[in-house]
């Protein structure tokens, strides 16, 4: 075989070789949800005290639950005791359907007497079958004559939350591979090389989520639903942003040299070094949120150091190979020069020049930018927002808190868990109790876990 010939044979084993990992491992990126978790202790300090009533809870029941409150609201005056007693009715039979504990509140009328309050609790471990356990709570509390019931509580809210973030990862995809496109389009002029980078960067998310999956799967990492669409963005910006880096400098050379292998050789060597730093520069920074108190943070740091170890491997193997096979190909039909003159762009040439004349002027001018913009820091509320106002439509749940706030006490639809020492259970509960009868009537309770060995706390 001609030595020509055997030049190729490397290009194209690299590019079947990405062919076939993205091939085996493209399905990865829609099943991290298998192993992910969206524990709410997740996005809380590890030194909270609410955090740490989390973990204790675990000890006082077999399984975590969320709890559906269930709120009905007379249409004419006041709730009727039939009212009350077949609200109580449909609490006991939502208490059997699927994903439900069996536990039940009873219905506790509102002190205006013109709503209900009942509370169901659901397994916490149901995931996506939150929605349709949520569904069947709200089919089965309906028939109560008289009254229009909503579904309130964090076992709602989860479930309008996995209908607004259904797809969303598809979506974050999507809608980052098209503004990658269209910048590709308009920078390069060129059809072939944003779909060599666009497959490139889909390359590279596929590796990165296998790997993740296959860490994740054994407990080395944590993946929840935050997560993986930060990782989408970072491994699809990242391979973008480093091709970019070897695709211009390839441009640059192919008219300084006859040999596309030649070219590729110079625009390699003078790009994998900046490549490699700015992959290491962003993977140390994204390790640095294993010093976070969250343990969401915390997860994040890792999983994106892979999915950007995986961009960096991949602009500095599968688009090389492909822009050699591909050579000026790949730049139709603005394909550069064959002249021996690199190419000159007016705008950046003026640009370069006026850096190059007044240095000390364009710092100055950038410094001050930066600095006005990070006047507004100060102005910055990191304080989070409630729950109810993730949502920019109108949800059910958000509909039902409104109604809940108007007929009961506030913290009615997310009730406090207070852990003590057996020991003096009977006396904070009795200042419990007293609390909210002066916080201007108690909320109904939330369904009983077993009581703990006298030796726990």
Not at 158 to 179: C, E, N, P, S, Y
Not at 302 to 323: H, M, N, R, W
Request: aromatic share 6%; net charge positive; proline share 8%.
């Amino acid at each position: 075989m001609p030595p020509r010939r055997i030049r190729f044979l490397i290009p194209l084993a690299l590019v079947l070789a990405w062919l076939a990992l993205g091939g085996a491992f493209g399905s990865f990126a829609g099943r991290l949800t298998e192993v992910s978790t969206n524990d709410r202790a997740a996005f809380l300090p590890q030194s909270a005290e609410s955090t740490r009533v989390a973990a204790l809870e675990k000890g006082f029941q077999a399984q975590g639950s969320l709890p559906v409150i269930v709120v009905w609201e007379a249409r004419d005056g006041s709730v009727t005791a039939e009212q009350r007693t077949a609200a109580d009715r449909a609490l006991r039979a939502a208490a059997t359907v699927p994903g439900a504990t069996g536990q039940v509140s009873p219905a506790l009328p509102s002190k205006d007497g013109r709503a209900l309050q009942g509370v169901v609790a659901l397994r916490s471990d149901l995931g996506r079958q939150t929605v349709d356990s949520v569904d069947a709570v709200r089919e089965r509390v309906a028939p109560v004559p008289g009254t229009t019931v909503a579904l309130a509580g964090p076992a709602a809210i989860a479930a309008d939350l996995g209908g607004a973030f259904a797809g969303i990862d598809g979506l974050l995809l999507g809608v980052a591979l098209g503004v990658v496109l269209v910048i590709l389009l308009a920078v390069y002029r060129s059809l072939l090389l944003p779909l060599l980078v666009i497959v490139g960067a889909v390359f590279a998310l596929g590796v990165a989520c296998a790997l993740v999956y296959v860490l994740a799967q054994h407990g080395v990492v944590r993946v929840d639903g935050q997560i993986q669409g930060l990782l989408s963005i970072l491994v699809i910006g990242a391979a973008t942003d480093y091709a970019l880096l070897l695709s211009a400098r390839f441009r640059e050379e192919l008219p300084l040299h006859a040999d596309r292998f030649a070219a590729m050789r110079t625009a390699w060597r003078r790009s994998a070094e900046p490549i490699v730093a700015s992959g290491l520069t962003v993977a140390l920074g994204l390790l640095v949120l294993l010093l976070s108190d969250l343990t969401n943070n915390r997860a994040l740091g890792p999983v994106g150091a892979i999915g950007i170890a995986c961009a960096v491997v991949s602009a500095l193997t599968f688009l090389p190979a492909a822009l050699v096979l591909c050579g000026r190909a790949a730049y139709w039909p603005a394909r550069p020069p064959a002249d021996g003159c690199p190419p000159v762009h007016g705008v950046w040439r003026r640009v370069a020049a006026l850096v190059g004349r007044r240095p000390r002027a364009v710092w100055a001018s950038a410094l001050a930018a930066l600095l006005a913009c990070a006047a507004f820091a100060p102005a910055l509320d990191a304080r989070g927002v409630a729950q109810t106002d993730l949502f920019v439509k109108e949800q059910p749940s958000v509909v039902a808190q409104r109604v809940l706030s108007a007929h009961f006490p506030g913290g009615s639809g997310n009730p406090a868990v207070i852990v003590v020492k057996a020991d003096r259970a009977d006396a904070v509960a009795g200042a419990a109790r007293a609390g909210a009868r002066g916080g201007g009537g108690a909320a109904p309770p939330p369904p009983a876990p077993p009581r703990p060995p006298a030796d726990r706390p």
